[in-house]
């Protein structure tokens, strides 16, 4: 019975709160290295939906908050469908790892798609992406879903 309970499918709300602690560790990661200074990151993530004009204003902060936070839900709930089924047998920090690194890939392929960047990250700068997707996005993400495996 307590194998069966360990083993329950994720919640929504489960997969909320994930994306959510995700989202702000990893935030407070980027801000605090200043790879992604506060207020301008959430100036620029709200600039992929408004366009340039987001950063006329500082109204503009809590969209970008928003629009982060629901990312980080989305990317949640991405890992409660996809990879909790295609990699059950993982032990679930190495499913963060790698969903660390497709989480990575995937916003860099959105921001280059939207031409938000003008390259993808080299050196430095990649090893600081990593760290921020898998330590501070995938791990928090997987630990707190890691019984729904």
């Given at each position: 019975?307590?194998?069966?309970?360990?083993?329950?499918?994720?919640?929504?709300?489960?997969?909320?709160?994930?994306?959510?602690?995700?989202?702000?560790?990893?935030?407070?990661?980027l801000?605090?290295?200043?790879?992604?200074?506060?207020?301008?990151?959430?100036?620029?993530?709200?600039?992929?939906?408004?366009?340039?004009?987001?950063?006329?204003?500082?109204?503009?902060?809590?969209?970008?908050?928003?629009?982060?936070?629901?990312?980080?839900?989305?990317?949640?709930?991405?890992?409660?469908?996809?990879?909790?089924?295609?990699?059950?047998?993982?032990?679930?920090?190495?499913?963060?790892?790698?969903?660390?690194?497709?989480?990575?890939?995937?916003?860099?392929?959105?921001?280059?798609?939207k031409?938000?960047?003008?390259?993808?990250?080299?050196?430095?700068?990649?090893?600081?992406?990593?760290?921020?997707?898998?330590?501070?996005?995938?791990?928090?993400?997987?630990?707190?879903?890691?019984?729904?495996?």
């Amino acid at each position: 019975m307590a194998q069966a309970l360990a083993k329950r499918p994720p919640g929504v709300g489960r997969i909320i709160g994930a994306g959510i602690t995700g989202g702000i560790i990893v935030d407070l990661f980027l801000i605090l290295t200043r790879t992604a200074p506060f207020p301008g990151v959430y100036m620029f993530i709200a600039s992929g939906l408004v366009g340039p004009a987001a950063f006329s204003s500082p109204a503009y902060i809590a969209l970008g908050i928003v629009l982060h936070l629901i990312i980080s839900i989305v990317w949640a709930a991405i890992y409660a469908t996809v990879f909790l089924r295609l990699l059950p047998k993982l032990q679930w920090w190495l499913n963060a790892v790698i969903f660390g690194v497709v989480v990575m890939l995937g916003m860099q392929a959105l921001l280059l798609g939207k031409h938000l960047e003008p390259a993808f990250p080299t050196g430095t700068e990649l090893v600081t992406v990593l760290i921020a997707h898998i330590v501070f996005f995938g791990l928090p993400v997987a630990y707190i879903l890691r019984n729904d495996l």
